[in-house]
C-alpha cells in the first residue's frame, strides 16, 4: 500500500492508485480525467504546492508532456523529501525550480528516466534550492544524465549512478560532495567525458567514489569551479584521471563575458560547451 504525506496546498493528479502506484486509466472517472488535462498543461503527474511536502513508497509512471519536460513530480514550493519512490519511464524525474528550502531523495529509484525523445534530460532537474541532498539511490536505464542540480549545497551519497554518457551524469553549479558513489558511464559521449561536472565557486569535495566505463578514456571530475577540489580514496580505472581542469579558463571567460545573461540561458550554455567538448 502507498503511505505518503502531502500538505493541502496541492494538486494531486492520480487517475488510479493500486499498490503504491499513480498510472493512467481509460477507466477514470470524469473528475480524474480533468485533473489528467491539468497535468499535461503542468506538466507532471503531481504537482506539489506545499512546503515541507513528505512523499513516501510510491511509484510514478510514464510521465509524457509534448515539449518533453513530462515530470514525475514537479515542485513549486519550499522543501520536499521523497522516500523509497520509484520514477519509471518518465521524461523527468523530480522537476523544481523552487527557491530556498531542502530537498532530500533517499532510497528513491529512477528506472529510464530522461527519455525525452530527441533532446535527453535529466532524472532530477533541482533549481535554486538551499540543499539537494541525494542518498542511496539508484539511477539507470536512462536516456540522459542522473542529476542536474542548481542548489546551493548538493551533496550525493552512497548512489549507483548508470547512464549512457550522452549527458554529463551530475551537474552541479553550488558546493558539491560526493562520497561512496558508483558511476557507470555508457561510451555515448563526445568531446569532454567526465562523470561530474562542478561549476560552482567553491571547489568540490569527492572521497570514495568509484568510476567504470565504456569507450575512450575519461575523468571522473571535471573542474571548472572557482576553489581547490578535495579528492581523496576514489577510484578510477587504468588510463583515466580522477580529476581534469581541462576548459576551465574558456568556461570562466565566457561566464564573464556573459555574466548579464538570463541565467537559466548561462546554464543551458554550460552544458552545451561541455557535450561539445569546447
Not at 74 to 87: I, K, N, Q, W, Y
Not at 205 to 217: E, K
Request: with cysteine; hydrophobic share 40%.
Amino acid at each position: 500500500r502507498a503511505m505518503y504525506s502531502l500538505s493541502t496546498s496541492f494538486w494531486m493528479v492520480p487517475p488510479s492508485l493500486s499498490c503504491g502506484t499513480f498510472c493512467f486509466s481509460a477507466t477514470a472517472t470524469y473528475a480524474h480525467r480533468a485533473k489528467i488535462a491539468l497535468a499535461l498543461m503542468v506538466g507532471a503527474i503531481l504537482v506539489v504546492g506545499g512546503q515541507g511536502t513528505t512523499i513516501r513508497a510510491l511509484t510514478l509512471t510514464r510521465a509524457r508532456v509534448v515539449d518533453g519536460n513530462g515530470a514525475g513530480i514537479r515542485l513549486e514550493a519550499p522543501g520536499l523529501t521523497l522516500d523509497a519512490v520509484t520514477f519509471t519511464n518518465d521524461q523527468a524525474g523530480l522537476l523544481s525550480g523552487a527557491a530556498g528550502g531542502a530537498i532530500i531523495v533517499t532510497n528513491c529509484r529512477f528506472e529510464g528516466v530522461g527519455a525525452a525523445g530527441d533532446r535527453p534530460t535529466y532524472a532530477i532537474l533541482s533549481g535554486p534550492a538551499d540543499q539537494l541532498l541525494v542518498r542511496g539511490s539508484v539511477f539507470e536505464g536512462g536516456a540522459g544524465g542522473a542529476i542536474s542540480s542548481g542548489a546551493a549545497e548538493t551533496t550525493l551519497a552512497s548512489n549507483t549512478i548508470t547512464t549512457p554518457g550522452t549527458l554529463p551524469p551530475v551537474v552541479a553549479s553550488g558546493r558539491l560532495t560526493l562520497v561512496g558513489n558508483t558511476f557507470e558511464v555508457g561510451a555515448g559521449a563526445t568531446g569532454r567525458r567526465a562523470a561530474v561536472l562542478a561549476l560552482g565557486d567553491a571547489g568540490p569535495v569527492l572521497r570514495g567514489n568509484r568510476l567504470l566505463h565504456a569507450g575512450p578514456a575519461m575523468a571522473l571530475l571535471l573542474d571548472w569551479s572557482g576553489g581547490t577540489p578535495v579528492l581523496d580514496g576514489n577510484q578510477v580505472p587504468s588510463g583515466d584521471s580522477e580529476a581534469s581542469t581541462e576548459g576551465a579558463w574558456r568556461h570562466r571567460a565566457s561566464d564573464a563575458a556573459h555574466g548579464a545573461k538570463d541565467g537559466l540561458r548561462s546554464w543551458a550554455g554550460r552544458v552545451k560547451r561541455f557535450i561539445k567538448g569546447q
